[in-house]
């Protein structure tokens, strides 16, 4: 008789945990700006939009909003596989890329990309205080200015501040590259400027982690770039600032950078659960 109910309880647990297994669902070429500004640009109307790939028969989870890259001048939204059925949201976002708009705007719709998730994460069921910004190259720019650069995300109504992790994987801390070339300075001329996230290292910023390639597989200073960034801001007084080179990967690093993304998240979500 024992055995039996050990056994019926044994199936009992199985079934309530197979009846509790997470299921996801993807909803795509979701407009982040409002009907009125979609109307009166076109390009906007075209190009600014999202996928949201998210647990639905869960509630309070984190979410991760993933920039693409592509040099601000191409590239499309995409929810990298290495972040699914982990738990958490990932929301793939479509930015206006250069020449058909000055690069500048591509930060604009980085903002309102992870404004929209603010004021629209809770109607899925997720966390407002778990978003993370991420994203490669370009998108990890992107991550960064809008991240460290409050103003971008204040023009939304929303406090960087609130945002839980930033982790740029190969993303340039100078000024980028495209916006340098609109202004006719060089590759090899470094740029600290107002589109460059290291002018903007402050202590009180969210949690700040690094990711690059190899500093001899990495475009041009990109590493040193992060390394300066990361020591700069723990300078500022910025206590949870860290830095990943990937030996032996190049620019193209995201595979081995996702499990330390997946890493910082579930890092964060176990400090705010304390």
């Given at each position: 008789?024992?055995?039996?109910i050990?056994l019926?309880?044994?199936?009992?647990?199985?079934?309530a945990?197979?009846?509790?297994?997470?299921?996801y669902?993807t909803?795509?070429?979701i407009?982040?700006?409002?009907?009125?500004t979609?109307?009166?640009d076109?390009?906007?109307?075209?190009?600014?939009v999202?996928?949201?790939?998210?647990?639905?028969?869960?509630k309070?989870?984190?979410?991760?909003?993933?920039?693409h890259g592509?040099?601000?001048?191409?590239?499309?939204k995409?929810?990298?596989?290495?972040?699914?059925?982990?738990?958490?949201?990932?929301i793939?976002?479509?930015?206006?890329?250069?020449?058909?708009?000055k690069?500048a705007?591509?930060?604009?719709?980085a903002?309102?990309?992870?404004?929209?998730?603010?004021?629209?994460?809770?109607?899925y069921?997720?966390?407002?205080?778990?978003?993370?910004?991420?994203?490669?190259s370009?998108?990890?720019?992107?991550?960064?200015?809008?991240?460290?650069?409050?103003?971008w995300?204040?023009?939304?109504?929303?406090d960087?501040?609130?945002?839980?992790?930033?982790?740029?994987?190969?993303?340039?801390?100078?000024?980028h590259?495209?916006?340098?070339k609109?202004?006719?300075?060089?590759?090899?001329t470094?740029?600290?400027?107002?589109f460059?996230?290291l002018?903007?290292?402050?202590?009180d910023?969210?949690?700040?982690?690094?990711i690059t390639?190899?500093?001899?597989?990495?475009?041009?200073?990109?590493y040193?770039?992060?390394?300066?960034?990361?020591?700069?801001?723990k300078?500022?007084g910025?206590?949870q600032?860290?830095?990943?080179?990937?030996d032996g990967?190049?620019?193209?690093?995201?595979?081995?950078?996702?499990?330390l993304?997946?890493?910082?998240?579930?890092?964060?979500?176990?400090?705010?659960?304390?």
């Amino acid at each position: 008789m024992k055995k039996l109910i050990l056994l019926l309880s044994l199936f009992f647990i199985y079934a309530a945990s197979f009846a509790q297994k997470i299921e996801y669902e993807t909803k795509s070429n979701i407009q982040y700006y409002n009907s009125t500004t979609n109307k009166a640009d076109s390009y906007i109307n075209e190009r600014c939009v999202l996928d949201i790939y998210y647990p639905k028969n869960t509630k309070g989870f984190a979410t991760i909003v993933w920039f693409h890259g592509g040099g601000l001048t191409g590239g499309n939204k995409e929810i990298p596989e290495a972040l699914k059925n982990k738990g958490f949201a990932v929301i793939g976002v479509n930015y206006r890329l250069s020449p058909n708009v000055k690069a500048a705007k591509a930060i604009e719709d980085a903002a309102a990309a992870v404004a929209w998730t603010f004021n629209n994460i809770t109607g899925y069921g997720g966390d407002t205080s778990l978003i993370f910004v991420s994203g490669h190259s370009a998108g990890g720019y992107l991550a960064s200015m809008i991240g460290l650069d409050k103003k971008w995300l204040q023009n939304e109504g929303i406090d960087a501040n609130k945002i839980a992790g930033l982790i740029p994987f190969s993303g340039q801390c100078i000024t980028h590259f495209e916006i340098r070339k609109e202004n006719g300075i060089p590759d090899t001329t470094p740029t600290i400027d107002a589109f460059a996230p290291l002018f903007y290292v402050r202590a009180d910023a969210p949690p700040l982690l690094l990711i690059t390639g190899d500093r001899e597989l990495e475009m041009l200073g990109r590493y040193e770039e992060n390394a300066y960034m990361a020591r700069m801001m723990k300078l500022a007084g910025h206590k949870q600032t860290k830095l990943y080179e990937l030996d032996g990967y190049g620019h193209g690093m995201t595979e081995p950078g996702f499990p330390l993304l997946v890493n910082e998240v579930n890092r964060i979500i176990k400090e705010n659960k304390k």
